[in-house]
């Protein structure tokens, strides 16, 4: 059965505007696939571990080494057959200080591994994994996409880059800005966004 893999990074918890937009366009695409299981990684509450020695062990090498370095591993084998495995990938991705959440770039870390997602052919890197609709919703508090401030935008160019690199390039952004300044109209134009997904991610899907 494929699936539909959902990444949540919102430290926001209950209060998280991404994770309840998540919700609603799982919700939706559970409607148009019902046959899709959903996976859900939420990595507030259960994050995957940062890069370290001991982390660098288990992912950074052809094969552990070490004992030690062996969960490491079984855990980014078991994120990348996630990945690899789904059929839609919905990621909920806030800003934080310009950037993607530390927990998600550790699942990056995870999934990102030469010989596996990704290798270095003739003309460069070459994605491995399996084609597939990806569809963000980034949450940001001020305004990036457009005008002096977009240079400081280094979340949706990061997210770009290594969902590329993966071989993923059929990529919906949903933006949703100016949450610090009128949360509920842009709230309410993503939500209309979300529900107008077509023909984008869902009918590339169906």
């Known amino acids: 059965m494929g699936s539909i893999l959902v990444i949540k990074s919102s430290a926001g918890?209950?209060?998280?505007?991404?994770?309840?937009?998540?919700?609603?366009?799982?919700?939706?695409?559970?409607?148009e696939r019902p046959e899709l299981k959903v996976v859900e990684r939420d990595l507030d509450r259960e994050?995957?571990?940062?890069?370290?020695?001991?982390?660098?062990?288990?992912?950074?090498?052809?094969?552990?080494?070490?004992?030690?370095?062996?969960?490491?591993?079984?855990?980014?084998?078991?994120?990348?057959?996630?990945l690899q495995e789904a059929e839609i990938l919905v990621i909920g991705a806030p800003m934080y200080n310009f950037g993607?959440?530390?927990?998600?770039?550790?699942?990056?870390?995870?999934v990102l591994r030469a010989g596996v997602t990704f290798q270095y052919g003739p003309n460069g890197p070459e994605g491995l994994v399996a084609a597939k609709p990806v569809i963000v919703i980034e949450t940001r508090g001020g305004a990036y996409s457009e005008g002096p401030a977009a240079v400081l935008d280094s979340q949706e160019p990061h997210l770009?880059?290594?969902?590329?690199?993966?071989?993923?390039?059929?990529?919906?952004?949903?933006?949703?800005?100016?949450?610090?300044?009128?949360a509920q109209e842009q709230i309410a134009a993503?939500?209309?966004?979300?529900?107008?997904?077509?023909?984008?991610?869902?009918?590339?899907?169906?």
């Not at 994770?19 to 366009?25: F, H, M, P």
């Not at 020695?53 to 591993?73: F, L």
């Not at 993607?100 to 995870?110: G, V, Y």
């Not at 993503?190 to 169906?206: D, M, Q, S």
Request: no cysteine; hydrophobic share 50%.
């Open 13 to 31: 918890g209950a209060a998280s505007v991404s994770n309840k937009l998540v919700d609603q366009l799982v919700a939706r695409l559970q409607a």
């Open 190 to 206: 993503a939500v209309e966004r979300i529900g107008a997904l077509r023909p984008g991610a869902l009918a590339k899907a169906a």
């Open 100 to 110: 993607i959440a530390s927990t998600l770039k550790s699942w990056f870390d995870h």
């Open 160 to 182: 770009r880059t290594m969902l590329g690199f993966m071989g993923l390039r059929d990529v919906d952004f949903v933006r949703v800005e100016k949450l610090a300044m009128a």
């Open 47 to 82: 994050p995957v571990p940062h890069l370290s020695s001991a982390t660098m062990a288990g992912i950074g090498r052809p094969a552990p080494e070490t004992e030690a370095a062996k969960p490491t591993r079984a855990l980014s084998d078991a994120l990348v057959a996630e």
